[in-house]
């Protein structure tokens, strides 16, 4: 499923994706790399994409939790449960999210 | 004969009647208004940086040890009064703002940095770490919601006594002492388990035995020399040096509408002299800071004005805003509905609507 375009994520971002009542976010590393988790926080349900990335970090905006977004790892308080990841593939331009 | 409406009694427990009603009524994690701010723009503000935090922590540094050095030095002579004030003032207020911010996250870039600095400011402070994480998330969450927020400092009917007491911590301190000694031995309040998850919950005991260890280590250099220097430098100074953390802290919501879902009408920002702003770091730009936890205390100047149009008017000052205060807080005392209605700008955004 195409998620989005390359260019619509800078580099070291977060782009929100929304598709059949779900949704995503999906990451730009500093290597450039694509990544995609669930796009709710564990803690309270709120947008990882209103947050910020620092290298491989998503934190989110309401308590400042943080997840590895390569692996969904939390990385501590108020973070109790990891994050679902999804599969990525870069195909041109288009970045593309497997999910079931 | 007139007729006079019933006051609503409040029930401020995370674990009674008002609590279940917020989640009943959709208060509780709810759907907070946010101002506007493109992306581009917000992901600038929200950039970590070491630097500010760094020279502002070595600078804090210094003056606590240069202070009391010299309170030490002039021990027994009116120096050492001067002295000790500014060390009080800097352990048991300046530390507030420290605790706030490194526990946020947002003071240095390096995460292990906010955790050192966190940690040292709980001692200074007495909070917890564990709890008080858990505490301040909540607070954030639901903001000044009745029975769901753990930190309303000012509640309706206002403890006027209990404010003037917690100057020098006379209140808040013993409680935070026996919060510690409970903790201690193992064991939370009802209230506590609603917000520190189960899993969290070893971390408050064993924190608490470190903190006891740290006071009685101090009880004993006090005995073994015979003075009360060590407790002056580690202990008393949050209580003697509490009193201008009550002072800014008080500007942040009391006398505020509860139960409202817009940090702009519960929130105060304030302008302060550069002096306070570093001692205060920041936090006097207090509905930028509830709307965009996310940006560090040296970006708040930029976000203020970033967000201003669509905010009521800030405080030119510290005394402009206890000029509304302290009449507030004397009309709630005797009318406990009463509460100040902050204006919107022409222009701003409508308020969140309220559930
Ligand atoms: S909602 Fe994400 S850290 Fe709380």
């Not at chain 2, 769901?148 to 404010?163: H, M, Q, S, T, Y």
């Not at chain 2, 006090?222 to 002056?232: G, T, Y």
């Not at chain 2, 206890?322 to 955004?349: F, K, M, N, S």
């Amino acid at each position: 499923m195409v998620a989005c375009t390359r260019d619509e994520i800078e580099e070291e971002d977060v782009f929100r994706f929304d598709h059949d009542g779900r949704t995503f976010a999906i990451y730009r590393s500093p290597d450039d790399e694509f990544f995609a988790t669930d796009g709710l926080c564990t803690h309270e349900r709120v947008h990882l994409a209103d947050g910020l990335v620092m290298g491989h970090i998503i934190e989110c905006p309401k308590h400042n939790g943080r997840f590895d977004y390569r692996t969904g790892a939390g990385k501590g308080a108020p973070i109790c449960v990891d994050l679902a990841t999804y599969p990525v593939k870069v195909e041109g331009e288009k970045v593309l999210i497997g999910i079931a | 004969m007139s007729e006079t409406l019933p006051v609503r009694t409040r029930d401020y427990s995370l674990v009674g009647i008002d609590g279940a009603r917020a989640v009943e009524s959709g208060l509780a994690s709810a759907q907070w208004y946010s101002c506007l701010v493109p992306r581009k723009q917000m992901k600038a503000l929200m950039q970590r940086r070491d630097g500010p935090a760094i020279r502002d922590t070595a600078l804090w540094f210094a003056c606590l040890s240069l202070s009391g050095s010299l309170g030490v030095y002039f021990w027994g002579r009116w120096p050492a009064a001067v002295a000790f004030l500014c060390y009080g003032v800097l352990y048991g207020s300046a530390s507030d703002s420290r605790w706030h911010e490194c526990g946020h996250g947002t003071a240095f870039r390096t995460r292990w940095m906010n955790d050192v600095v966190y940690n040292i400011a709980c001692v200074m402070i007495l909070r917890e770490p564990t709890v008080w994480r858990w505490s301040h998330a909540r607070h954030h969450t639901d903001t000044i919601i009745v029975g769901r927020d753990p930190e309303i400092a000012v509640k309706r009917p206002p403890d006027l006594l209990g404010i003037l007491l917690n100057m020098f911590q006379l209140k808040s301190g013993p409680a935070a002492l026996y919060g510690i000694a409970l903790h201690a031995i193992g064991r939370l309040t009802d209230e506590e388990r609603s917000f520190v998850p189960k899993m969290e919950q070893h971390k408050v005991f064993r924190i608490a035995r470190i903190h006891v260890g740290i006071f009685v280590m101090m009880i004993a250099s006090c005995i073994a020399l015979r003075s009360i220097i060590p407790a002056m430098l580690l202990g008393l100074p949050s209580f003697y040096g509490a009193w201008l953390m009550v002072v800014f802290g008080t500007t942040q919501h009391a006398a505020l509408a509860e139960d409202t879902l817009d940090h702009r009408l519960n929130s105060r920002t304030v302008m302060m002299n550069p002096v306070f702003r570093f001692l205060y770091w920041n936090m006097n730009y207090h509905v930028e800071h509830h709307m965009f936890p996310m940006v560090p205390y040296h970006a708040l100047p930029a976000l203020h004005e970033a967000i201003k149009a669509d905010c009521p008017a800030p405080y030119p000052s510290l005394i402009a805003a206890y000029r509304e205060i302290i009449p507030g807080l004397l009309r709630q005392a005797r009318d406990p509905e009463w509460h100040v209605v902050r204006t919107l700008p022409a222009g701003a955004l409508p308020e969140a609507v309220s559930a």
